[in-house]
C-alpha cells in the first residue's frame, strides 16, 4: 500500500472548522487506500502569542527553554487532529517529535534534523491508523526539545516522508502551488506543473515564500518527490500532473528541459545597493569593506568589483533595504577612513528581477534575450549576477512590475508549457 | 546543602507580571543556600481553554490524545519561568515531564507516578541550576503522555520531593494554609501551624480543596513533610512553625495529639439524602439498591441500614446534591418495583458536618460533647457517621453554619493550640 504523507500549515489548522476539514481530506485518503501520514503546524497566530509571552519577560530568552514553549503549538494541534479523526470512525494517534524520535542536532530554534526513528509509525500504519507527527520539532542528543526554525514544519514533512520511504510528500497551503511569477504582479501568470529541485531552490532563496528553503534542500537531498498544492480545492485521487494537483518538485530534468527556457520569474522589490568609489585595488579590499558590515549582522547579496583603473577601482553591493542605513552607517564609522576611499553612495529603491531555469543551462542567448527585453522598455540595468540556472538583475524600483510583466511575455511564459 | 521543592499554582502563574514574582520567590531562596527544584501549574485558565478545544471536536475525545493537548499548559509555564529566573541572573532549565520519566500507569487523565529518575535533576542541582519541572505530567510504559488529573502538578511536586528526599515540600496557594474550618463562615476560624496526614486526608475527601487529595496520599506514603503557604505572603526563611508560614503537614502525631483533641470542622453543604423504606432484609440487598446507582456514575457517601422490624428494613443514603433527581430516577425506574419497597423519600436540603482530629482517637467524648452542642442549639441530626479520626452528621441545610459556629466553639477552636 503507497505511503503519502499530507503536511498542512497553521492556516489550515487555524480553527476547529479547518481541523475538521483537514480530518475529512485525510480521511478520503485514507478510503481511497493509501496509508496517510500527516505533520500539521501550530494552529495560525499560536506559536507567535506563546513566543511573544517570553519576550515580554525576556528581550533574548533563552533558546532551550524557547523551544519548550515553542513546541507546544503543535502538540495541540496534533492531539486535535486525532481526535478529529475518531470523531469521522478513523484510528488515528499522535506523536510529538521526541517520541517517534526525530533526532536534531543541538541548535535550538533552528535545529537541523539528523535522522527519525520509524518504527512506531510503521507499525501504526500497517495496522491501519492514521498518523499524526508534530511539525517544526525534534529532539538532541541530551533529550532537549529543539526546533526548527519558522516554516519547520515544511522540512519535518519531508524528512519524515524520506525516512518512511513515502511516494509522494503534500504540501497542503494557501496558494495552489508554484508560479511561473506573482500572480499579483502579473495577471497571466501560470502555474507550473512541475519544477526541479534546483529552479524551487532558486525560486525559495528569492523570495517566493511558498516553502522553507530548507525543505526543499531535505527533498533534494533524499530525492522527496514534493507537491505544493492548495488545501482549499480538493483534489483528485490519485494526483495527476494535468489536473488541479499543485506543483510537483520532480528529479527528472530531462523531460522538462524539452518544454521551456524559463520556468519562473522572481523577484525581490525591497533592495539597496551600496557603491565604494575609488579603493585600492589590492589584495584583502573585499574583506576590509564587507568584514564590518558581516559582523554587524547584516547579508550581502549581489557583489560587483569593476576592472580597476589605475590601482584604483569602484565596489558596489546590495543589501536588504530594512539594513540599508545600517549599512551605510557602519561605512561611514570607520571603513571609510580606513580604506581611504573617495566616496560612498548609496541607494535604496532599487529591485531585483530574476530569471530562472534548468533549461537555460542548454539554451544559447537567454541572457541576451533578457537584456534586449528590458532595453525595449527602456530600462536601465545596474547591476547584473548570474548562476547556472538564473539570471538577476538590479533596476530602478519604479520599473520592477514593467520589467516582470515584460520578461513574463518576452519568455512565453503564458502559454501552458 | 538542603533542598526544598516549591509547587505554584496556575493563579500564581496566571500572567508575566507573576511570573517574574515567581521567579523573584525561588531566586531568594536559593540565594538563601538551598537547592530548589520549582513544580508550576499551567496559567491559569489556560488546561481548560485547550481542552476546549477538544471537547469542541469530540464529545467524548480519546484520553490519550487529551493528554497530548493537556500537558502543553504546563510545558508553557516551565519555559516562561525558566526564562524569568534567567532575566534575574539564576541559572535554570526546565523538564517535562517524560525528560526527567515521571514514569507513571497507563490510566490516561488520571495517571498514577510510579518512579521518577533522578539523574538529570541531581546532576543540575550540584551545579547550582534551579530546576523546573512540569506539574500534571508523566509518561507511561509506552512512552505515551500522561496527565495526573486535575489539580495532579500538587501530586507531581510531592512525588518529585519524595524522589529527590526533598527536605520540605512547600505547596504555594491563594491561601496561606489549613484552617480549623473555613473562615468565610466561622470568622474565628484559626490557621493550623501543623495538621496530620490522616487529618489532612479527612480535610480533603471532605471538600477543604486546599491540597488534591492523591497529593496528600502521597506525602502519607513517602513521609514527605508538605506545606501548603500562602503565594502572596513572604515567608522568612528557614520557615518557623511558628511564623507566618503556612500549615505543615507533619508525621509527628504525639506532639501533636497533647495539643487539641479536634483539629478542624469540615462541611459540606450541597448534599442529599434518600431513604428506601420497607426493603426487605435479606442478602444482596444493599447491592441491588446501590448497584444501579453506582451505574449511573452517582458516588453514594454516608450509607446507613436499620435494624429490621418483622423482616423489613428501612436503607438511607447520601448523593451530592448535584446527583439528587438522578438517583430518583434511577431508583424509580425499576429498583423501586424489583425490590418491592413501600416508598422512596428524598430530602434535598441536607448538609454535611464533621469534626476532625487525630486527638479523638484517645479522647473519650468527643461525640458526645458533639451531640450535646447540637443539641443545645436545637440542631435534629439526621444521620451519623464515624471513623477513627472524624465524626459526620447529617443536619437540615438551614442550621450548618450555625452547628460549625457552635462546634468550633464548644471544642476551644479560636484559641491558638
Known amino acids: 500500500m503507497a505511503l503519502i504523507v499530507h503536511k498542512y500549515g497553521g492556516t ?16 478520503k485518503w485514507h478510503d481511497a487506500g493509501y496509508q496517510i501520514v500527516v505533520v500539521p503546524s ?25 523551544d ?20 469521522i470512525g478513523k484510528q488515528a494517534v499522535s506523536y510529538a517529535g521526541w517520541q517517534v524520535a526525530i533526532k536534531t542536532d543541538g541548535s535550538h530554534t533552528k535545529a537541523r534534523i539528523n535522522s527519525i526513528d520509524d518504527i512506531k509509525v510503521k507499525r501504526d500504519l500497517e495496522i491501519g491508523k492514521i498518523v499524526i507527527i508534530t511539525g517544526f520539532q525534534g529532539v538532541n542528543e541530551h533529550g532537549d ?66 516553502l522553507q528553503i530548507r525543505s526543499v534542500e531535505f527533498a533534494g537531498n533524499y530525492r522527496m518527490p514534493t507537491r505544493v498544492l492548495s488545501s482549499l480545492t480538493d483534489p483528485l485521487i490519485p494526483l495527476k500532473i494535468e489536473a488541479n494537483s499543485g506543483t510537483l518538485i520532480s528529479f527528472e530534468e530531462d523531460t ?22 575609488g579603493v585600492p585595488d589590492r589584495p584583502g579590499i573585499a574583506y576590509q569593506i564587507l568584514g564590518p558590515v558581516a559582523d554587524a549582522n547584516i547579508e550581502v547579496d549581489m557583489i560587483i568589483q569593476n576592472q580597476s583603473v589605475e590601482g ?28 581611504m576611499t573617495t566616496d560612498i553612495i548609496g541607494n535604496a529603491k532599487v529591485s531585483k528581477v530574476s530569471v530562472i531555469g534548468v533549461g537555460m543551462r542548454s539554451h544559447v542567448g537567454i541572457a541576451s534575450q533578457m ?35 515584460a520578461l513574463h511575455k518576452a519568455f512565453d511564459m503564458e502559454s501552458p508549457a
Open 12 to 27: 489550515s489548522m487555524g480553527s476547529i472548522e479547518r481541523i475538521r476539514n483537514v480530518a475529512k481530506r485525510v480521511a
Open 42 to 66: 501550530a494552529m495560525s497566530g499560536e506559536t507567535n502569542r506563546i513566543i511573544g509571552l517570553a519576550k515580554e519577560i525576556s528581550e533574548h530568552p533563552d533558546p532551550r527553554e524557547l
Open 68 to 87: 519548550v514553549i515553542a513546541a507546544t503549538g503543535e502538540q495541540v494541534s496534533v492531539g486535535l487532529l486525532a481526535i478529529a479523526l475518531h470523531a
Open 145 to 210: 526539545i529543539t526546533t526548527l526554525g519558522r516554516g519547520g514544519s515544511d522540512t519535518s514533512a519531508v524528512a519524515v516522508a524520506a525516512a518512511l520511504n513515502a511516494q509522494e510528500c503534500l504540501i497542503f497551503t494557501d496558494v495552489d502551488g508554484v508560479y511561473t511569477t506573482d500572480p499579483r504582479v502579473v495577471s497571466e501568470a501560470r502555474r507550473l506543473n512541475t519544477v526541479t529541485f534546483e529552479e524551487m531552490l532558486e525560486m525559495a532563496s528569492l523570495g517566493s515564500k511558498v
Open 256 to 277: 522538462h528541459m524539452e518544454q521551456a527556457n524559463i520556468t519562473g520569474i522572481a523577484f525581490s522589490r525591497d533592495e539597496a545597493k551600496i557603491t565604494v568609489f
Open 312 to 339: 584604483k577601482t569602484d565596489f558596489t553591493f546590495t543589501v536588504s533595504r530594512h539594513d540599508y542605513t545600517k549599512a551605510m552607517q557602519v561605512l561611514a564609522n570607520g571603513v571609510q577612513q580606513h580604506i
Open 371 to 405: 537584456f534586449r527585453t528590458l532595453s525595449e522598455e527602456g530600462i536601465n540595468i545596474q547591476m547584473i549576477s548570474t548562476s547556472e540556472i538564473k539570471i538577476s538583475v538590479l533596476i530602478d524600483e519604479k520599473y520592477m512590475e514593467l520589467a516582470v510583466r
